[in-house]
């Protein structure tokens, strides 16, 4: 009796985890191998590896992985470097931190792809404040393409995009620099430690296994959110800022070509189990683990 | 007992009313707050005309309707009016889930005061209309007299040569002021079609693509010349504009930047609420070298889902809609052109001086042939997307005009056009 509770108890779980992920990855599969757009989406036909090897032949799939890691590094990268550093700032009280931690902490709360048209607004190159400010303070003589000029196009992206996940990142960095226990630091402190050297054996050792989870969640989280460059530049210009993501949004969006887009789904899928992979590989080694 | 009774005369009672009660489910694509609000107003109108009959409007995000649209007819789920675009007919029609009109046309007394080609239109796919037009859009020439006039430019471009002249002359870029307002993504091939056909004087009435002869334009030295000459127009508008859609174009129109502006007449409703009357006008699209210019008349209207089930119903409702005077209620306040020609004769408003670009196109049948896209194409809804990308390359400088005009011709000859 108690052995079957234990498993009528699993049934909602598998469930949840069977309806959520498993079916749509399989249904993804099977749509991936299949010709199926809006003219016969009652009337699917296998196509077999057609779909994936027209993503991978077309000449612009190498431009399109340069630039998914381009945004995903940069990205990562100065949203944990600024996360850290905010939360170093908050982690000791000061007055109206509750006040300052709720501005720095808003941009998480919003929507990608409404802070997407906000900033493509902001970076206008015609009407945009940003121009006009760095006009007015006499640093530049005429407006920056901000979106439209191909230099400038992947870093106003990016630039977004970091100001809007540094707070993920200071809010679980913050979480866990707090966790550290004070005798540590007055240890530290007794042996003559300055900053740095507190900062480099005592506090980033100490929150190691919440930066390696925290980094390899945002690396699968950056490259799964189309949201702010759609709403932007839709990957462009010229395809200046397109990305994996971006590009199965524009096949939906355009061409309504659902076999094709979900080839592209599981070529991204197939990436994204690397960092599945080392993580998993870093939780066996017991890296994520204080 | 008696409870018994109370109680069953009461289930009685609500059976009766439930039934009474029928509601159609109706979705719509080209969703704003302005158009939903004209949209809601109609559909009180006609509940109130219609006791016992409630119409549930859905309107999800332009973005995403159509895909909506797409899932909601293949699953079969509740839905009896569908709105419809010119672009998306084919591929709705395709699915098999959208009911011919074509036996309620031939009994409606609508259909004989239907604008010329509105029906041809509606029967891109095989022939059969899968939906009613309830308005029409054709592009045509939006300016500024009172910037233009700044610079001695009056009367507007009535060439294509003129109006590329007169952009450089406004392009001004120290002061921010610029000629063209060009529009650089979210749909922009209708902009450059209608500057590179321009230069051409035999287009199929039949296919935008294809010259009389059958052949691809893209394949003939005018279309070079043409993309050439869309090349400098990109050179008066603000460099900005590759990644303009929709909403920048309309800001920098009523902003004044640009002066110059090439859109549908739902733009009117938008500028209408935005800037004064009298400070913009329109004009006939430019001709080109051509000594033509070769508009597309492009059309919305409402289908009914083939599984409806309540199919006259349905069809009650988009005769009310385009009756003259909702067809005209919507048409004002939306800014588009009326599918009903009773419109034109009971509403003055229509042959006002901000009609003046359309009119003037439509009563001139020898500078401007109307043609059409190859709408039914499978390819059509790729080519969007191929067009964008490799337009902007050209524009960037990142490809050569002669390479963007290959890529056009193999993409269309793969598709089927232009094989004589």
Redesign the interface.
């Known amino acids: 009796m108690r052995k079957r509770l234990w498993v009528l108890m699993l049934v909602p779980t598998f469930a949840l985890i069977f309806f959520v992920n498993l079916y749509p990855l399989v249904r993804g599969g099977v749509i991936s191998f299949q010709r199926l757009?809006?003219?016969?989406?009652?009337n699917p036909r296998f196509v077999g590896w057609s779909n994936y090897r027209a993503i991978i032949t077309d000449p612009g799939f190498p431009r399109l992985l340069w630039n998914t890691f381009v945004w995903i590094a940069c990205s990562v990268a100065f949203q944990f470097l600024f996360g850290l550093i905010l939360a170093l700032l908050l982690a000791k009280p000061f007055p109206g931190r509750g006040l300052y931690m709720g501005l720095v902490f808003y941009p998480w709360a919003l929507s990608g792809f409404a802070i997407g048209l906000l900033w493509?607004w902001l970076l206008?190159?015609?009407?945009g404040i940003v121009n006009d400010i760095l006009m007015r303070l006499g640093l530049i003589k005429?407006?920056i393409?901000f979106?439209?000029?191909?230099r400038f196009a992947m870093f106003s992206v990016i630039l977004v995009n970091v100001w809007y996940g540094i707070p993920f990142f200071a809010i679980m960095l913050l979480a866990a620099i707090q966790s550290i226990p004070s005798e540590l630091y007055e240890a530290a402190q007794i042996d003559g430690a300055g900053v740095f050297r507190k900062l480099f054996y005592v506090t980033l050792p100490y929150i190691r296994p919440t930066i390696y989870s925290t980094i390899l969640l945002r690396i699968i989280w950056v490259m799964n959110f189309p949201d702010i460059i759609y709403g932007m530049?839709?990957g462009?210009?010229?395809?200046a800022t397109n990305i994996l993501s971006v590009h199965m949004i524009?096949?939906?969006?355009?061409?309504?070509?659902f076999g094709l887009a979900s080839a592209l789904g599981m070529i991204m899928t197939a990436i994204l189990m690397v960092f599945a992979i080392i993580y998993l590989v870093l939780l066996e080694r017991g890296e994520f683990e204080l | 007992m008696k409870k018994l009774a109370i109680v069953l005369l009461a289930l009685l009672f609500c059976v009766v009313g439930l039934s009474e009660q029928v509601t159609l489910r109706m979705i719509q694509v080209f969703t704003s707050p302005l158009r939903t609000k004209v949209l809601e107003d109609i559909i009180s109108k006609f509940e109130a005309q219609n006791p016992g009959v409630k119409i549930e409007l859905i309107s999800p995000p332009y973005e995403t309707a159509y895909q909506k649209i797409y899932l909601m007819v293949s699953a079969e789920e509740p839905l009896d009016i569908v709105e419809v675009g010119d672009w998306s007919l084919s591929a709705l029609a395709s699915m098999g889930k959208l009911l011919s009109l074509e036996p309620y046309l031939a009994k409606s007394e609508l259909t004989k005061y239907l604008v010329p080609g509105v029906l041809e239109a509606a029967r891109t796919y095989k022939g059969t209309a899968y939906l009613l037009p309830n308005a029409i859009y054709v592009k045509t020439l939006f300016y500024r007299p009172d910037v233009i006039s700044k610079y001695g430019i009056t009367p507007p471009a009535r060439t294509m040569d003129e109006l590329l002249e007169h952009c450089r002359q406004l392009t001004k870029p120290e002061i921010g002021q610029f000629g063209f307002d060009f529009r650089g993504k979210g749909y922009p091939t209708a902009f450059i079609d209608i500057v590179m056909t321009s230069f051409f004087d035999d287009i199929d009435p039949n296919c935008m693509y294809l010259k009389k002869d059958g052949k691809l334009i893209f394949e003939d030295p005018r279309a070079l010349e043409g993309l050439k000459f869309y090349i400098e127009l990109f050179k008066t508008a603000p460099k900005d504009s590759i990644n303009w859609g929709f909403d920048e174009q309309v800001n920098a129109f009523a902003s004044g930047v640009t002066p110059y502006l090439f859109q549908d007449p739902d733009t009117v409703g938008l500028l209408n609420e935005i800037m004064k009357e009298g400070t913009y006008k329109t004009a006939p699209l430019p001709i080109g070298r051509g000594g033509k210019a070769y508009p597309t008349i492009g059309f919305a209207g409402w289908g009914i889902t083939s599984y409806s089930k309540h199919k006259d119903l349905a069809w009650r409702f988009l005769e009310f809609f385009n009756s003259p005077e909702i067809n005209a209620y919507w048409c004002k306040d939306y800014g588009a052109l009326p599918v009903d020609m009773r419109v034109y004769e009971i509403d003055p408003y229509f042959k006002s001086e901000t009609f003046y670009g359309w009119t003037a196109m439509f009563e001139d049948e020898a500078h401007y042939q109307f043609t059409k896209y190859p709408l039914d194409n499978e390819a059509w809804s790729e080519w969007n997307e191929l067009h964008e990308t490799t337009m902007q390359q050209v524009l960037l400088g990142k490809m050569k005009p002669e390479e963007a005009l290959k890529i056009w011709a193999d993409f269309w000859k793969k598709a089927g056009l232009g094989k004589k």
């Not at chain 1, 979106?147 to 191909?150: A, Q, V």
């Not at chain 1, 462009?236 to 395809?239: C, D, S, Y």
Request: aromatic share 12%.
């Open positions: 757009t809006v003219f016969n989406l009652n493509s206008n190159g015609q009407f005429v407006p393409g979106l439209s000029d191909e530049t839709r462009g210009p010229a395809g524009n096949i939906v969006y355009y061409r309504n070509n």
